[in-house]
């Protein structure tokens, strides 16, 4: 290994040191894993199995007596005021209330605050309201699960796409920015190490340091069987998707007078270039806005090869997008690089 390699490692292996001892950067960095890492506990979880309802009855009927009898997943609660079995489903007691109005007329109070059971519940009492009634099923309907997905794989392209994002534009920048604030910058100018030295290796420091994190969530999140295609498309995604949002970070970095300044700027930057990519599916408006944005096209590229098991060949736009923005990003940051270098000579 030659002198000048020595010095681009040594510059990678301070920064990979300072990123542990930084508890700013560490946080950037072990949030998102341990949130990605969270959502495999829903894996195993259905909708909702137990319910707790009020049943409200205006004339003698045998409702509640009929949902305690068949509805064994149900625990009922028969209430004799209608405006006390609100106030148990407003204060959080019930997940709802089925007022019997008459023999064939019912309402049914729900807790919208409580999506993911407002939407069971919906179904459930739908369901038990017409066998109570005794009406015949008027269609038959079959959903099939294609695929076997799970919870946490198919958020994860979304948590990759956070992370380095973040790693890129917000640790990169504040890292490179801090050795103007340590006047590194004006060391370099009077030692034999080269100011293009110390730009490579905070570059290389911000690709491996995503890439690491990357291969960290995949072992964490138990992504192993992709295959030789899978880790292939991979293996081209995640650095050309890390030179990306690096290059943006050292480009804040640089144009930046400090540290202060280059997070808030990273900060700024931030929320616009991930949230288009979030709702990119709300409609074409949307997905024509992300489209011009680096984070889109790393997030389709994960999509596909991470939950419909794509190969090279599958991601190809997105891979050529990614190689667009590597170029102009690399080259922008290198120009504003050399200007600022001009201006300590």
Not at 57 to 70: A, L, R, T, W
Request: proline share 4%.
């Amino acid at each position: 290994m030659g002198a000048k390699s020595r010095r681009i490692w040594a510059f990678i292996r301070k920064d990979l040191l300072e990123s542990i001892r930084n508890r700013s950067i560490l946080i950037a960095v072990v949030l998102p894993v341990v949130a990605s890492l969270l959502f495999g506990v829903l894996d195993n979880v259905q909708t909702p199995k137990h319910f707790s309802i009020a049943v409200y009855e205006e004339e003698n009927s045998d409702f509640s007596q009929f949902v305690k009898g068949i509805a064994l997943n149900f625990q009922v609660q028969v209430v004799t005021d209608l405006d006390h079995g609100k106030e148990l489903v407003q204060s959080g007691q019930v997940h709802g209330l089925i007022a019997v109005q008459a023999e064939d007329s019912f309402a049914v109070f729900l807790d919208s605050g409580r999506p993911v059971y407002f939407f069971a519940l919906s179904e459930h009492i739908t369901e038990l309201v017409e066998v109570y009634l005794g009406l015949p099923p008027r269609y038959h309907l079959e959903i099939i699960p294609v695929g076997d997905t799970k919870v946490s794989r198919s958020v994860l392209p979304v948590w990759i796409t956070i992370t380095m994002s973040m790693i890129g534009v917000m640790v990169v920048s504040g890292m490179f920015a801090e050795e103007k604030d340590t006047k590194t910058l004006e060391a370099i100018g009077v030692s034999p190490v080269g100011y293009g030295e110390l730009l490579l290796g905070k570059g290389l420091f911000g690709v491996l340091l995503s890439c690491g994190t990357v291969l960290l969530m995949l072992a964490l999140n138990r992504v192993l069987g992709l295959g030789l295609s899978g880790w292939a498309a991979l293996g081209l995604l995640v650095p050309m998707g890390a030179a990306c949002f690096t290059a943006i970070g050292l480009l804040i970095g640089v144009i930046s007078s400090g540290q202060s300044t280059a997070r808030s700027a990273a900060t700024i930057l931030y929320f616009p270039l991930l949230f288009p990519t979030l709702v990119s599916d709300l409609s074409s408006v949307t997905r024509l806005l992300a489209s011009f944005l680096p984070t889109f096209h790393l997030y389709a590229g994960l999509e596909a090869v991470l939950l419909h098991r794509q190969a090279v060949g599958g991601i190809l736009p997105e891979l050529a997008a990614l190689l667009v923005f590597s170029i102009v990003l690399v080259a922008g940051t290198r120009f504003a690089y050399k200007r600022m270098v001009n201006s300590y000579d």
